[in-house]
Antibody
Framework: QVQLQESGPGLVKPSETLSLTCAVSGYSISSNYCWGWIRQPPGKGLEWIGS???????YYNPSLKSRVTISVDTYRNQFSLKLTSVTAADTAVYFCARPLSGHGDYDYWGQGTLVTVSS | QSALTQPRSVSGSPGQSVTISCTGTRSDVGGYNYVSWYQQHPGKAPKLMIY???KRPSGVPDRFSGSKSGNTASLTISGLQAEDEADYYC?????????FGTGTKVTVL
């Protein structure tokens, strides 16, 4: 059974870099799919951040592209998110997910991790 | 890069049908048959209910159906049940990235 688990600091200072990791079990991330990051500010809607494919290709939300980097560690079977120059607007629950067929149809999700940006 | 437009809320009595619209542009909803729908209960991760406009993942009841016309996609819940009360989000491919809808709260009266 495929499982995803986000981890990382729950508190980040303004202007610093947010770093999260998604550990995957039950499936090799190098086999297939474009693995994604999605976030949700408290009380608000979902926002797609970006994805990294098994080929290594990356795709980012244009509104975040200048600040986002997604990378993969196939040895540890995990992928990571870095978001630079964070502000309070980046406070959100961050989810990692795997698609069903590959077109935004995420059927496996992590439980989500709340990251608060505050001094 | 704007979020797709959904009604803030819809409601219905048990057994009734409700339809949620998701309006985009020809650069996203209208340009591709890659619209998905998610159900989210409070404090939980979203659950995939519909993908590729009208396909249902295994385990999703056939009370949930999806369709698309032009730049607007729709999710219909037939035979509304208490457990269907949740937030629903559409999501569309927009050419190398994805855009979510603003979200709709479904209330079962």
């Amino acid at each position: 059974q495929v499982q995803l688990q986000e981890s990382g600091p729950g508190l980040v200072k303004p202007s610093e870099t947010l770093s999260l990791t998604c550990a995957v079990s039950g499936y090799s991330i190098s086999s297939n799919y474009c693995w994604g990051w999605i976030r949700q500010p408290p009380g608000k809607g979902l926002e797609w951040i970006g994805s990294i494919c098994h080929s290594g290709s990356t795709y980012y939300n244009p509104s975040l592209k200048s600040r986002v980097t997604i990378s993969v560690d196939t040895y540890r079977n995990q992928f990571s998110l870095k978001l630079t120059s964070v502000t309070a607007a980046d406070t959100a629950v961050y989810f990692c997910a795997r698609p069903l067929s590959g077109h935004g149809d995420y059927d496996y999700w992590g439980q989500g991790t709340l990251v608060t940006v505050s001094s | 890069q704007s979020a797709l437009t959904q009604p803030r809320s819809v409601s219905g009595s048990p057994g009734q049908s409700v339809t949620i619209s998701c309006t985009g542009t020809r650069s996203d909803v209208g340009g591709y048959n890659y619209v998905s729908w998610y159900q989210q209960h409070p404090g939980k991760a979203p659950k995939l209910m519909i993908y590729d406009v009208s396909k249902r993942p295994s385990g999703v009841p056939d009370r949930f159906s999806g369709s698309k016309s032009g730049n607007t996609a729709s999710l219909t819940i037939s035979g509304l049940q208490a457990e269907d009360e949740a937030d629903y989000y559409c999501c569309s491919y927009a050419g190398n990235y994805y855009v979510f809808g603003t979200g709709t709260k479904v209330t079962v009266l």
